[in-house]
Structure formats: structure tokens, C-alpha cells
């Protein structure tokens, strides 16, 4: 076990106890970075201005930056820091912030969700795609276009992607874009969410390549990390039968911080600092354990038990400070909305064999 293996493993979560105890900040010899697991340090991390999302020598990925897919990475927000960040950041996040949960709850029931392992897919990997094209204005025959898309594109975000699944997310990049430009240029868009994006974006930028990256940002961001979510929660009923399966938002705000799709998160130290009582220098890398500081008991009360109705739940599933996600109550609403129409079918859930999506950092379960 290491602590990029433990994503995907059955249960990582006592060897995080076990990184917890050995101290909050510590070096892995074999992985050559840093490693952050106890609250304290994730939280000092992930404030620290000094900690960057993406290595100054290398902003975008060498395997994708000359292409669409680097073009588009290069500038969505959560790759970025400084105004780059904040600029595209302060126009997007208000919008998300002010969605209407019955709009949510709307778009994902006019869906059909099949039965089995094919329409549970679909559920958690294409509807949530879907519902945010819907919001910005997309018709249903695009939404399910700009899904396919998507699965396409997400492939630049991964390093264990191969080059054909490369070449396919450049292809997709330009694919993305050119469905965002025929939607800004429609004058019968009546998306209020689009509206406010743009309205705001137009104060602080006139570089309409960074507003289309980052509109391409919400449909790739909300693709695997909502997928996990829905996928985990399915699991968490799986595990514990005695669940009340009628309290979907607790269910889903437990899963959240129990068990979450995105496990890990890197940063690169850009000039010399402390954190945790430990000196950092400029290219060190820190892998930062969201999940692990999601079970420490300094952050949770009794954290290794699953409580639908747990007090004060605290969790850094969706990042905090200036990077924390601007679509976190969105994401919680097309996931609880999605698993209550699935539970709706009343699906054998007992039948279902599954194994986790190959990844680095996301935890998200695949049935068959």
C-alpha cells in the first residue's frame, strides 16, 4: 500500500490512520513527496499561499500542451492561481451558488434512469453532465452530446491515460468550445445562470477563451467527482442495509466525508515556507489526503462510524480556501436527486458486482 494506491483500494482508510499517526507532514521515501494526511496539515496546506496547484516549470501537462485539451487546462481556475484564478472564480462561483434545488430536482426526474449496470452509468456518469447543460441553456439533444464529449475530454486529466484516449480529448476540447460558442451566440438563450456567468465575467476580462475554458470546467468537473458520489453512496447502502435509504441528503453529506470520490489532491511548494513545523523547499511536491483528514478525530467526532444524522460534519472533499469547489451545494443536489430517482426503482442492489475506475486520486465505483 502507498498513499496513491490507497485511492482504489478496498479500504484504504486504517492505512490512513496509520499515516495519521505517524505524523501529520511526512516525507515518502518511495513516492518522493511529501505527504499530508491529518486535518491540521491538509488544512495548513491547502491555505498556504506559497502551496500551488500545478509546478511553475510546468503549468500544463508536457503529454497535452499542444493541443486543444492543454489550451483549455492552461486556463480553467482550478489550475491556476493569482488573478487568473480569482477573475474567472468570482464570476462563476455566485451563479452556482444561487441554483435552484427544484430546478435540480426538475431536470434529473424528466431523465429516464434505467435498471441494471448500464442505466446506473448513465445516472451517475451522464445525467449530471446533462443537468448542468441544461442550466446553462443547452437543449437535451446537446446536453447528451457535451456528456459523450466530456467522458472524451476528462481523459487530459489523468496521467494514466494513453495517447489515443490523448488524441480523443483534443478532439473533444474543440468539439466542447464550439458548443459553448453557438450557445453564447444565441439570442434565445434564457439561462439566467449563463447570463450572471457572463455578466460578471465581462467586469474583470474580455478574454472569451478563458470564460469557454471554464464553462467547459463545470461539465469536466462535475463528470467524476459526481459520478463517485452517487456511485459511493450506493455502495454506502450495499454495506449497511439498516441505512434509512428515505434520507438521501444525509446519506449523500455522509458519503461525502466518509468515503469521497476525490481522495487526494496535489500541491507544489513555489518558494520556501514552513507548514506543520516542517521547512519546504521550491519543487517539492505534497500530496494532500483529503480523505484522511475527512477520518481524523480532531476534524470528526467518532469518524470511522457512518451517521446519517452526524452533528457539526466537517469535511475537505471540496477543498478549502481559495481553491475550495465553487459547485459543491450543486454537486449535492444533482447527486441526491439522482440517487433518489434511482432508489425510486427500488433496484436488487445486493446482485451488484463492482470494481473502482483506475485512478490516482478519484474513488469511484463501476457496477456491472
Not at 71 to 94: D, H, S, T, W
Not at 332 to 345: D, G
Request: hydrophobic share 45%; glycine share 6%.
Amino acid at each position: 500500500m502507498n498513499p496513491i494506491i490507497a485511492a482504489t483500494h478496498a479500504d484504504p482508510y486504517p492505512y490512513y490512520a496509520q499515516l495519521r499517526a505517524e505524523g501529520g507532514l511526512v516525507f515518502h521515501q518511495g513516492l518522493k513527496l511529501w505527504v499530508a494526511s491529518s486535518a491540521r496539515a491538509v488544512a495548513a496546506v491547502l491555505a498556504h499561499p506559497h502551496c500551488h496547484v500545478r509546478p511553475s516549470h510546468e503549468p500544463v501537462p508536457k503529454a497535452i500542451a499542444q493541443g486543444m485539451a492543454g489550451k483549455v487546462f492552461g486556463q480553467l481556475i482550478r489550475m491556476n492561481e493569482g488573478e487568473r484564478q480569482r477573475c474567472p472564480r468570482a464570476a462563476i462561483e455566485p451563479g452556482l451558488a444561487l441554483i435552484d434545488v427544484n430546478e435540480v430536482n426538475a431536470l434529473v426526474g424528466a431523465r429516464l434512469i434505467t435498471p441494471g449496470a448500464d442505466g446506473l452509468y448513465a445516472a451517475m456518469f451522464r445525467g449530471p453532465v446533462c443537468v448542468v447543460a441544461a442550466l446553462l441553456g443547452f437543449s437535451p439533444a446537446q446536453g447528451r452530446a457535451i456528456s459523450e464529449l466530456t467522458a472524451d475530454f476528462v481523459a487530459c486529466l489523468s496521467p494514466l491515460s494513453d495517447q489515443a484516449q490523448l488524441d480523443a480529448a483534443h478532439v473533444a476540447a474543440e468539439q466542447l468550445k464550439g458548443y459553448v460558442i453557438e450557445l453564447q451566440d444565441d439570442p434565445s438563450n434564457r439561462s439566467a445562470l449563463l447570463a450572471g456567468i457572463r455578466q460578471r465575467f465581462a467586469v474583470t476580462s474580455t478574454d472569451s477563451e478563458i470564460l469557454i475554458a471554464n464553462l467547459i470546467g463545470l461539465f469536466s468537473q462535475t463528470f467524476e467527482a459526481t459520478a463517485g458520489l452517487i456511485g459511493n453512496a450506493l455502495l454506502a447502502l450495499i454495506r449497511n442495509p439498516q441505512l434509512d435509504s428515505a434520507q438521501v441528503d444525509d446519506l449523500i453529506a455522509e458519503v461525502q466525508r466518509f468515503d469521497p470520490s476525490v481522495q487526494n489532491t496535489r500541491r507544489f511548494v513555489a518558494a520556501p515556507c514552513e507548514i506543520d513545523g516542517v521547512p519546504l523547499n521550491p519543487g517539492d511536491v505534497i500530496l494532500v489526503l483529503l480523505a484522511s483528514a475527512n477520518r481524523d478525530p480532531q476534524l470528526n467526532d467518532d469518524p470511522d462510524t457512518f451517521l446519517l444524522d452526524r452533528p457539526n460534519r466537517r469535511s475537505f472533499t471540496f477543498g478549502a480556501g481559495r481553491h475550495q469547489c465553487p459547485g459543491q451545494v450543486l454537486a449535492l443536489s444533482i447527486a441526491s436527486a439522482t440517487l433518489t430517482e434511482i432508489l425510486k426503482m427500488k433496484p436488487a442492489l445486493d446482485p451488484l458486482a463492482w470494481h473502482y475506475r483506475p485512478s490516482l486520486n478519484g474513488r469511484i465505483p463501476l457496477f456491472a
